[in-house]
């Protein structure tokens, strides 16, 4: 349960501050991952002969399809975690309105989230689909357009293994935390640590179908696991 000071007006717009500097930082971190992504399919491979000179578009698309990707993501789980912080009471302060200040954070939370949800998700799809076309043209397994795509994917894949490996991490401790509070020193009361749990189970399952779908994106025999070799490559 929140206490009454989280829901006083100064509070709530630091909260938003707090929210929306994650963002920006999450952003950041994005394009510098898809910069970092572009020098190793491009700069990288610029000795390679290009024939059919693809290969600068398809670096375009799939460096767009990264960014806008990474910015879904903290979108969709900005979503979720502001809905996930509706559990539980909180207390109302006649005197200072804390209540309609909380409703109006959780509002423009949502508004702002699906906004972001809607622009970027539809930046990423075109991105993703039209980079695969691009790269699906190409007859030879080898061609520059395909080591990108098959980059690209590594990338992605990589990126969401360290998330599932830190997010299951926490996810087993909250559990613990949830079981007996005292003994593993559970900040605030259970509804707290439930709380958590749910963000990690979101986090966890939007890394988990990310890194599924971008694995469908290679040759089956260089899958990680063994059950998704058998998954039909995306078109």
């Given at each position: ?17 707090a929210?929306?500097l994650?963002?920006?930082v ?7 991952g ?7 399919v491009?700069i990288?491979n ?6 059919t000179?693809k ?6 698309l ?12 903290a979108a969709?789980t ?7 912080n ?20 959780v509002i423009?939370?949502?508004?702002l ?9 539809y930046?990423y799809?075109i991105h993703?689909?039209r980079?695969i076309?691009?790269?699906?043209s190409?007859?030879?397994a080898?061609s ?16 969401t293994?360290?998330?599932?490996i ?15 509070p005292?003994?593993?020193m559970?900040s ?13 189970v ?7 179908y990310i890194f ?5 994106l ?6 990680l ?8 490559t995306?078109?």
């Amino acid at each position: 349960m929140l206490p009454t000071s989280l829901l006083s007006n100064s509070t709530v717009t630091t909260a938003a501050g707090a929210v929306a500097l994650l963002l920006v930082v999450l952003i950041i971190l994005s394009t510098l991952g898809a910069l970092v992504t572009f020098t190793i399919v491009v700069i990288a491979n610029r000795a390679d002969p290009d024939p059919t000179g693809k290969r600068p578009l398809a670096a375009y698309l799939f460096g767009g399809s990264f960014v806008t990707l990474w910015i879904t993501f903290a979108a969709l789980t900005s979503i979720a975690f502001t809905i996930i912080n509706l559990i539980g009471s909180h207390s109302s302060d006649s005197s200072s309105h804390a209540i309609n200040a909380y409703s109006d954070s959780v509002i423009r939370s949502l508004v702002l989230g699906v906004i972001v949800t809607a622009i970027a998700g539809y930046a990423y799809l075109i991105h993703r689909q039209r980079g695969i076309e691009l790269a699906e043209s190409d007859a030879d397994a080898s061609s520059p357009s395909k080591r990108v795509l098959r980059g690209y994917a590594a990338a992605v894949s990589f990126i969401t293994t360290v998330i599932v490996i830190l997010g299951s991490i926490a996810l087993l401790y909250e559990i613990f935390q949830l079981i007996a509070p005292g003994v593993f020193m559970a900040s605030g009361g259970r509804v707290d640590t439930l709380k958590s749990l749910l963000e990690d189970v979101v986090v966890l399952g939007l890394a988990s179908y990310i890194f599924r779908s971008h694995q469908a994106l290679v040759p089956a025999d260089q899958r990680l696991f063994a059950a998704l070799r058998s998954t039909p490559t995306a078109e």
